[in-house]
């Protein structure tokens, strides 16, 4: 019955997407959210989720299924990222006055101080990062993100966590210069 076999390659196709999506929708969400906010973050994952559905024969089944949703969600970020300068240009030609982006609240000093840290890095740092401390990925799993060799990572998650460590003991020392002159005054 040739019917029978695509009902059950269409049935067995349904439940790899349905597995998929119960074991790693929160983590693409999450990833979205923490780049795009809330107001893209679910049309982001849910533009992952399509490309998954429409490339299902190419998602990996094993434990690398999870890196390979956050390639794509990468790739979907950068074009949100696209999209949203293209509307920033197009609002500064037909408006003046434009709102300022709210930072995120910070509980402490000391986090505020990562933040701005953070903020003053070259974007790819500020990815790896992210990658690496927010989505909890190890570097083999960031290289299959990124399209790099493992190696490539290793050394520049090295220098980018170098680089955020540096640019937070200035900023720390800065605030301690500030602190002590305002105190002398």
Same mark, same amino acid.
């Given at each position: ?69 956050? *390639?794509?969600?990468? +790739? ?5 990222? !696209?999209? %949203?300068? &293209?509307?920033?240009? $197009? #609002?500064?030609? /037909? ?56 190696? *490539?990572?290793?050394? +520049? ?5 170098? !680089?955020? %460590?540096? &640019?937070?003991?200035? $900023? #720390?020392?800065? /605030? ?10």
């Amino acid at each position: 019955m040739p019917g029978s076999s695509t009902s059950k390659r269409q049935h067995d196709l349904e439940h790899k997407f349905d597995s998929l999506f119960e074991d790693h929708y929160l983590a693409v969400y999450r990833y979205c959210l923490r780049r795009l906010g809330p107001v893209d973050s679910e049309d982001a994952a849910a533009e992952v989720f399509a490309v998954a559905w429409r490339r299902l024969d190419r998602v990996p089944t094993s434990a690398t299924a999870r890196a390979w949703l956050l *390639a794509v969600a990468y +790739r979907v970020v950068g074009n949100h990222y !696209r999209g %949203r300068r &293209r509307r920033a240009r $197009l #609002s500064d030609r /037909l408006v003046t006055d434009r709102s300022v982006p709210v930072e995120p609240d910070a509980p402490d000093l000391d986090t505020r101080l990562l933040y701005q840290a953070l903020d003053s890095l070259h974007e790819a740092d500020r990815e790896l990062l992210r990658l690496s401390s927010w989505d909890g990925l190890s570097n083999a799993e960031i290289a299959a993100v990124m399209g790099m060799k493992q190696n *490539a990572i290793d050394q +520049r998650l090295f220098r980018a966590r170098s !680089r955020l %460590r540096g &640019r937070f003991d200035d $900023l #720390s020392r800065e /605030l301690s210069e500030i602190k002590a002159r305002n105190a002398s005054t």
